[in-house]
């Protein structure tokens, strides 16, 4: 038991309170559910259709719902309760989860059913992921919040990204409604996980008043196109997003005429990736105490500009691995830094709505960069992608690299109050 003890003091520091730890265990479990999914439905999909619109239109269905819903839930996360609405949509996705698993085991699936389901899973997704983000800063110190965020992105990297899909495709394989059931399990701990969370009550004097939904959307658009940094991420996200969309879109192509990989390599260089995630997770805190998130920041716009310059000269799947693990552990320091300086300047009663327009942002930029992508391979090649990907990024570098000197808000007032109950740091 006292290994144990302290290896849970290591990972997740006692300063940081019981509430947030019992909020990390349930996002690590909803996130290995989402990981899962993220193999087993299109697989499930497959298995039923060959047709390559219904195919596709699975995808679009899952990458659908943060642009339709994203700001709609971030108006909810900021007017409701919000461990309830993290509860009733984990409910819904369990229940949804349980009706796909006996039409599998009954054999009564269709491609429709499906994806309905998809769709309402991906939706309620949405209205989880943009509360959780809501919860962290109302249950540990300012002063942790780094470390904090960095413990639930790792979950994302590990669980999500690298384990997951792995896991999902060997439960398929077992038989169809193994995944799904898997996830039914996962998700029902998530929701009992995170009914141990107890949340301070909000201060009335912040809470704001609420009108309609519209007013509600455009004072979350109002406060983050006023907030300096805040307007700086969420362009960086934007632009950013348009240069990866655009190279990642066709990174499969490019993985098979450029560096003459297979499935297998396509793979691997995927796993690379996520890899280099891992690394960033053990290494982020000794970051953090040592260097300004700004500078974090500006770094990784160098890195993520040379990223795409030396995927677009190489021909090496050695170098072209080599370069993905050092841009997953840049990703993975990025979205913990951006996610902390977010917390850190939005005052409680806007963080859903701030989180919605960044996460429209990010979203938007992968929706037009993915629609370039196709078009500049048949202008330019393979590589085309890349060398504008390269080009866009060098100059969003140019323009923003002085607004990041003073992004990090160190001397920002703390936006709420202390966790009732955790120990000093």
């Known amino acids: 038991m006292f290994v144990v003890r302290r290896v849970v003091e290591a990972v997740v520091p006692a300063r940081l309170g019981n509430g947030f730890r019992w909020l990390l265990a349930s996002s690590w479990a909803t996130n290995l559910s989402d990981g899962i999914a993220v193999a087993a439905g299109p697989l499930l999909v497959?298995?039923?259709?060959t047709n390559p619109l219904l195919v596709?239109?699975?995808?679009?269905?899952?990458?659908?719902?943060p642009l339709v819903f994203g700001l709609w839930a971030g108006v909810l996360s900021d007017r409701l309760d919000r461990r309830r609405i993290v509860l009733v949509a984990n409910a819904v996705r369990v229940g949804a989860l349980g009706v796909l698993v006996g039409v599998l085991v009954?054999?009564?699936?269709?491609?429709?059913?499906?994806?309905?389901?998809?769709?309402?899973?991906?939706?309620?997704?949405?209205?989880?992921?943009n509360t959780t983000g809501t919860l962290t800063p109302m249950l540990v110190r300012r002063e942790d919040l780094a470390i904090a965020n960095a413990r639930v992105l790792a979950g994302l990297i590990t669980l999500n990204k690298l384990t997951g899909p792995a896991i999902g495709a060997v439960l398929f394989a077992a038989g169809r409604s193994w995944p799904f059931a898997t996830n039914t399990i996962l998700i029902a701990a998530g929701l009992l996980l995170v009914s141990r969370v107890s949340l301070p009550p909000r201060d009335p004097a912040s809470a704001g008043q609420h009108h309609d939904l519209r007013s509600d959307i455009a004072a979350g658009f109002r406060w983050t196109v006023r907030h300096p940094a805040v307007?700086?991420?969420c362009l960086?996200?934007?632009?950013?997003?348009?240069t990866y969309g655009a190279a990642w879109s066709i990174l499969v192509l490019y993985a098979g005429a450029r560096l003459g990989l297979g499935a297998v390599g396509f793979g691997l260089l995927s796993t690379a990736t996520a890899a280099g995630g891992l690394l960033a997770t053990v290494g982020y805190g000794w970051l953090s105490r040592r260097v300004s998130l700004g500078d974090i920041m500006r770094v990784g716009l160098i890195i993520e500009t040379l990223t795409h310059l030396g995927l677009a000269v190489t021909t090496s799947p050695w170098v072209a691995a080599a370069i993905l693990f050092v841009f997953g552990a840049h990703a993975f320091t990025w979205g913990t830094t951006a996610l902390t300086i977010r917390h850190r300047a939005v005052p409680t009663h806007l963080q859903g709505r701030v989180a919605s327009v960044y996460t429209m942002s990010g979203y938007g930029g992968l929706v037009v960069g993915s629609a370039l992508g196709g078009p500049l391979v048949t202008l330019l090649g393979t590589t085309g992608p890349f060398w504008f990907a390269f080009a866009g990024s060098a100059l969003l570098v140019g323009v923003l690299w002085r607004r990041f000197a003073h992004i990090a808000h160190t001397d920002d007032p703390a936006p709420t109050p202390a966790p009732a109950g955790a120990t000093a740091g």
């Not at 596709?56 to 719902?65: C, D, F, G, I, K």
């Open 46 to 49: 497959a298995s039923l259709t």
């Open 56 to 65: 596709a239109l699975a995808a679009l269905l899952r990458w659908a719902p």
């Open 231 to 233: 307007r700086t991420l």
């Open 236 to 242: 960086t996200a934007l632009v950013f997003n348009i």
């Open 106 to 129: 009954t054999g009564r699936v269709s491609v429709p059913v499906v994806l309905l389901t998809l769709a309402l899973l991906a939706t309620a997704e949405v209205f989880v992921d």
